[in-house]
């Protein structure tokens, strides 16, 4: 069992390395000079040259890119070429930030997504699953700002309960804090349970299609009782394996619901970055953005592998 | 020669009895198809019926509020906004649409190629396309735009290649699973080339799930690039567009103004109009609504 994780381990270093590849290439696929394309027409031949040195174009590609991976494997993130600071120094306290948004979006949605699922693998084609059903149809064809205009203008202004925009910097309490971030959690969690719940609610009544559980319908099982009971343990593994999938889908969330709210978050940093077309701090970003991705998906697949004694052994 | 041409009627005969339609939409289904007709007929007819013109500063109010003469109210610096979601109804959909089918034609194409050729240039382009699967969409995109600069074709090949990775995986599947069966082998005992093979024996076979497919692409590719959009990062102002819209209303969002409101709206509804039918459509083929949405 041990060699298939190790296996699944090893694929996710690899995979890693390929999305490393991918973004490192990215800079790469202009056409022309990479320093002229990010400083426009206008630019002073000074100017280019400057950029020129700073990220080393005079070399060829294939040394930049073993330079940049090795420095990136130190923890050297480099240098912003907007800025002009260590990135690292520019996205600690944002990357914190964006942990924090993250974090307490899924110690809501992940039991709020296994209520819904639960309740409507219950009675597949009832009321609750019906309602279940559709509400996530509509939340998970919505675009994320589309939840949070709508949440902003319910909550922040026809409500005023709670503030539309998040700072992140002094708070009297936590109280206050948590009060900010509210809509932003909201935002995420709606976005994030709809998948989770129906991908629950799946797995769930997957396994209710089982013989054993047939019997215990027949022997007159409570249906509560058989879900609970009987069905979801088996379930385990598969909702485990939905959860951090879905946990993964918070990447692309977390860029649209920082920008909305203006979160001080990483994912901001990062499409502020994109615009000025500060390649080495994007480059920065979209590896810590894709490590947590590969991570949450490897989380995934060796948790199967460990619920699920069939995909123990090695193919 | 006789029994031949029994056998052909008799085709023709069974044809027309099994004729009924390809499916047949539910109540949900047919909320869904009547948005998505209103939003199509608004995308070509938007632009002739809008009251003002979508630049114009039409009124002197910063998020004015509804009126009679301002339907659905100005946007940040006083345009119309019922005037530019009319307009920018046709771009929105345009540009998704068209990366959906690149996507179409890039991802069949490519998936028939690497099932029938099998071998090496299976595993190459199989192997190409999941590395770009290792990354979330939005990554690749932002990494795209970064380096590139944000243009409509390139925003348009940025989506269409995304998607077509789906794609790609879906028609290599469905031809493989299709490759083995009677009527494929037959026709390449009859000495029938790779396109003749593709185009009349595996493609008509493949119709149905891959138009649900298609409903799904293009419900992505909208939240794809208007998303983009929103960022700043897709569709460039003063350019209407419902992305831009709703980024460039977002500040009057906490005085109350729906400016922002309005064409997020829009985004949303042509989302759900598509996914009802798509859902409608697999739930008739006993599946669930496929689950990749980054």
Redesign the interface.
């Known amino acids: 069992m041990w060699l298939v994780v190790l296996r699944r381990l090893g694929l996710g270093i690899i995979t890693l390395w390929v999305v490393s590849l991918l973004v490192f290439a990215g800079t790469e696929i202009l056409p022309g000079d990479v320093a002229e394309a990010i400083l426009g027409q206008s630019a002073t031949p000074e100017a280019v040259q400057a950029i020129r040195d700073q990220l080393h174009l005079d070399r060829p590609a294939v040394v930049r890119y073993a330079d940049w991976l090795t420095n990136l494997l130190r923890g050297d993130l480099g240098v912003s070429l907007a800025a002009n600071m260590e990135i690292s120094e520019m996205i600690s306290g944002r990357f914190k930030n964006t942990l924090v948004l993250a974090s307490l979006t899924a110690a809501l949605a992940v039991p709020l997504a296994l209520a819904m699922g639960l309740a409507a693998a219950m009675f597949p084609g009832g009321r609750v699953d019906r309602l279940v059903t559709i509400s996530t149809l509509f939340l998970l064809s919505v675009p994320e700002f589309f939840i949070a205009a709508t949440l902003v203008l319910v909550f922040a202004v026809h409500l005023q309960w709670l503030p539309a925009i998040t700072y992140m910097t002094e708070y009297e309490s936590v109280w206050q804090l948590m009060e900010s971030l509210a809509l932003p959690i909201l935002t995420l969690t709606t976005s994030v349970v709809a998948h989770m719940a129906r991908m629950t609610r799946a797995a769930i009544i997957n396994v209710m299609t089982s013989p054993y559980i047939e019997m215990a319908i027949l022997k007159g099982v409570p249906r509560g009782r058989i879900v609970l009971r009987h069905a979801l343990f088996n379930a385990v593994g598969p909702v485990v394996n939905v959860i951090a999938l879905n946990l993964a889908y918070l990447v692309s969330g977390v860029v649209i619901v920082e920008t909305v709210f203006a979160y001080p978050g990483l994912a901001k940093l990062m499409v502020d970055a994109v615009s000025r077309r500060d390649m080495p701090l994007v480059q920065a970003c979209a590896m810590i953005f894709c490590t947590a991705y590969i991570l949450f998906i490897l989380i995934a697949d060796v948790l199967a592998i460990l619920a699920n004694p069939r995909l123990r052994e090695p193919k | 020669m006789s029994e031949a041409s029994n056998d052909a009627t008799q085709e023709i005969s069974l044809n027309s009895a099994g004729a009924r339609p390809l499916f047949q939409l539910s109540l ?1 289904g047919k909320v869904g198809a009547g948005i998505l007709l209103f939003w199509i007929i608004v995308a070509l007819v938007g632009p002739y019926v809008a009251p003002f013109h979508p630049a114009d500063f039409a009124s002197d109010d910063s998020f004015g509020p509804v009126s009679a003469k301002y339907l659905l109210g100005t946007d940040y610096i006083g345009r119309d906004i019922l005037s530019r979601l009319l307009h920018g109804a046709r771009l929105t959909m345009a540009l998704s649409f068209t990366a959906t089918v690149l996507a179409f034609v890039v991802g069949i194409s490519l998936g028939f190629t690497a099932a029938l050729a099998g071998g090496w240039v299976d595993m190459v382009i199989s192997r190409i396309y ?3 699967l ?7 995109g ?8 944000s243009s409509i074709p390139v925003l348009i090949i940025t989506a269409g290649l995304i998607y077509s990775c789906g794609l790609y995986r879906i028609a290599r599947a469905l031809a493989i699973e299709i490759k083995v069966m009677d009527f494929v082998e037959a026709a390449r005992a009859r000495g029938e080339r790779l396109p003749w093979i593709i185009s009349r024996e595996i493609l008509p076979n493949a119709v149905i799930p891959l138009v649900s497919e298609f409903g799904l692409r293009l ?1 992505f590719s909208i ?1 794809f690039i ?2 983009l959009s ?4 897709g569709v460039q102002p003063p350019t209407a567009d419902w992305g831009v819209m ?1 980024r460039e209303n ?1 500040g009057g ?4 103004s ?1 400016a ?2 309005v064409p ?2 829009a ?2 509804s042509l ?2 109009g ?3 039918i798509v ?1 409608d459509f697999s739930a008739q083929r006993g599946q ?2 496929a ?1 990749e ?2």
């Open positions: 949900m999941d590395a770009f290792s990354m979330p969409t939005i990554m690749l932002l990494v795209v735009i970064a380096a590139l600069g419900v939240l208007s998303g929103f960022l700043g990062l709703v977002l969002l906490v005085y109350g729906s922002a409101f997020a709206a985004i949303a989302t759900i598509i996914n009802l859902d669930e609504i689950e949405m980054i």
